[in-house]
């Protein structure tokens, strides 16, 4: 049976440079995904490909 599924959302606020922002604003236009999106998926392949070593 098909079960629709809605993760967990938490809503916080980040300061990111101005320089950041637009450069994100224009790839994710660019590949037609949301700038949260595309937020999202920068941090979860940072933080999957993080040396863990120091």
Do not use: W
């Not at 098909?2 to 660019?30: C, D, H």
């Not at 700038?35 to 490909?49: D, G, I, R, S, T």
């Amino acid at each position: 049976m098909f079960k629709v599924e809605k993760p967990e959302m938490i809503n916080k606020t980040f300061r990111l440079p101005a320089k950041l922002v637009q450069e994100l604003q224009i790839i994710a236009q660019e590949q037609g995904v949301s700038l949260n999106n595309l937020v999202q998926q920068c941090c979860e392949y940072a933080l999957k490909h993080l040396d863990k070593e120091d």
